[in-house]
């Protein structure tokens, strides 16, 4: 089975600040899929990048971007310019490419200060 | 376009009552899903759709838990009788599925339930 560990619960930064979240998850799988979904207070899970492990090319939105590093089973997130908005839990998922069910980490509360 | 639909928003009921939740998804996509998420805690798949057929409901507790998804577009969770455990956010998604080569999931704002 599929796990994704998150080892970070709690971070905080100051605003306009780089932080990175890690993420490494377990996998005998070649097809696959890994999301970086934020939770903010409000609860509406909310997607914020997604990466194909067929892709070498780390995925980018805006200030956002992933480490990914297939071998070592890593796919860390990077925000970069980070504002109080991004005050939220961050979660991991891994998803299998045939079963296309969502497989979490524990979470990541991040906290942006003034 | 309009996202994926949740109802009620809250609720609270005593153990032993029954509830039922509601999930509306984007329109067209062909897959939905039921997370239950506890306090603390990344979501945990309970049921997926493909249409109107389960794909998987393995961490789904059939004794107590139904959904169905009867048209294949809108669909109902229910747990009966419910347990002080079950206390937790019910998220429902949806995705195109994959004929639509689409694997991102969409997710509603959740219902929130207070088992007393």
């Known amino acids: 089975a599929q796990t994704v560990t998150q080892s970070q619960p709690e971070m905080s930064v100051q605003e306009a600040e780089t932080v990175t979240l890690s993420c490494t998850y377990d996998t005998s799988e070649s097809n696959y899929y890994l999301f970086w979904y934020k939770q903010p207070p409000s609860r509406q899970m909310i997607l914020v990048i997604r990466?194909?492990?067929?892709?070498?090319q780390n995925a980018t939105e805006n200030r956002f971007s992933v480490n990914f590093q297939k071998a070592a089973k890593s796919f860390s997130l990077k925000i970069s310019d980070s504002q109080l908005g991004d005050t939220a839990m961050y979660f991991c998922a891994f998803m299998n490419g045939g079963a296309q069910k969502l497989v979490f980490g524990q979470g990541t509360r991040l906290t942006i200060n003034p | 376009e309009a996202g994926v639909a949740q109802s009620p928003r809250y609720k609270i009921i005593e153990k032993r009552q029954s509830v039922a939740f509601w999930c509306n998804p984007i329109s067209g996509h062909a897959t939905l899903y039921w997370y239950q998420q506890i306090l603390g805690q990344g979501p945990k798949l309970l049921i997926q759709f493909q249409n109107n057929g389960v794909v998987d409901d393995s961490q789904l507790p059939k004794d107590r838990f139904s959904a169905e998804r009867l048209k294949g577009v809108d669909s109902t969770l229910k747990i009966q009788p419910a347990k002080l455990e079950d206390s937790a956010v019910y998220l429902c998604a949806s995705s195109l599925g994959p004929a639509g080569g689409q694997e991102t999931q969409y997710f509603g704002p959740g219902t929130r339930l207070l088992v007393l």
């Open positions: 990466q194909e492990a067929y892709k070498q």
